[in-house]
């Protein structure tokens, strides 16, 4: 019993990633944290171009981001959200996790995974400064499209099965063969396998 408990903890550390300190964060990140906590930040424009309303103060949130390469990962961003008496909650990125936002395989994989597999509702998902609606429904079309699918099952080699039955959708079957075969390959994200998948069969589309 004390050996399974031990394994499955020895398990949950190898997946936690390195935490960046908050002494050692950026100085932009830092400011930003001093300008939330003080109440210093500005009112973005509501998301409806147009739309002359004055936002007020909703509730806040907590972001998680990817700092660099080695995948350090910032200390939870404190994020307002801001009410628009018209049209309703909205927020606005700090300018330096926008920035992070477009490297950052977890969005990929959070879109995919929301969208596809959890059955959510963009609007759910997507800050105003994330990723626009098409490009979080191009990434759900491409990436999970059945030839990457096909790609990632010829990759296994019969080591995983795809039933479809059980899965809430195709897509939702591909995500799964993705994870298998970066589990397989001890490679913490799956979304890379979906992209090396997609560009394979848009490669031989083009011939
Ligand atoms: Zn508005």
Same mark, same amino acid.
């Given at each position: !019993?004390?050996?399974?408990?031990?394994?499955?903890?020895?398990?949950?550390?190898?997946?936690?990633?390195?935490?960046? /300190?908050?002494?050692?964060?950026?100085?932009?990140?830092?400011?930003?944290?001093?300008?939330?906590?003080?109440?210093?930040?500005?009112?973005?424009?509501?998301?409806?171009?147009?739309?002359?309303?004055?936002? +007020?103060?909703?509730?806040?949130?907590?972001?998680?981001?990817?700092?660099?390469? !080695?995948?350090?990962?910032?200390?939870?961003?404190?994020?307002?959200?801001?009410?628009?008496?018209?049209?309703?909650?909205?927020?606005?990125?700090?300018?330096?996790?926008?920035?992070?936002?477009?490297?950052?395989?977890?969005?990929?994989?959070?879109?995919?995974?929301?969208? /596809?597999?959890?059955?959510?509702?963009?609007?759910?998902?997507?800050?105003?400064?994330?990723?626009?609606? /098409?490009?979080?429904?191009?990434?759900?079309?491409?990436?999970?499209?059945?030839?990457?699918?096909?790609?990632?099952?010829?990759?296994?080699?019969?080591?995983?099965?795809?039933?479809?039955?059980?899965?809430?959708?195709?897509?939702?079957?591909?995500?799964?063969?993705?994870?298998?075969?970066?589990?397989? !390959?001890?490679?913490? +994200?799956? /979304?890379?396998?979906?992209?090396?998948?997609?560009?394979?069969?848009?490669?031989?589309?083009?011939?």
């Amino acid at each position: !019993m004390v050996v399974w408990a031990l394994w499955g903890y020895l398990l949950s550390v190898k997946e936690e990633r390195t935490q960046c /300190s908050v002494d050692l964060e950026p100085l932009r990140v830092k400011g930003y944290r001093e300008d939330f906590w003080a109440g210093r930040l500005l009112a973005p424009q509501c998301k409806v171009s147009g739309c002359q309303e004055c936002l +007020s103060r909703a509730d806040m949130y907590y972001r998680f981001a990817v700092l660099n390469a !080695m995948g350090w990962v910032l200390f939870p961003v404190p994020i307002q959200r801001w009410l628009c008496a018209l049209h309703g909650r909205t927020s606005a990125l700090p300018p330096f996790l926008h920035r992070y936002l477009h490297y950052m395989v977890e969005v990929v994989e959070a879109v995919l995974v929301g969208i /596809s597999e959890d059955g959510k509702r963009l609007e759910e998902l997507v800050e105003i400064d994330g990723p626009s609606a /098409s490009t979080a429904y191009r990434w759900n079309e491409q990436l999970l499209a059945e030839q990457v699918r096909e790609w990632i099952l010829k990759r296994l080699r019969g080591a995983w099965e795809l039933t479809l039955q059980g899965y809430s959708s195709a897509r939702s079957g591909t995500i799964q063969a993705a994870r298998y075969l970066a589990k397989q !390959m001890q490679i913490r +994200s799956f /979304s890379p396998f979906l992209q090396r998948a997609k560009l394979a069969y848009m490669i031989r589309y083009a011939e």
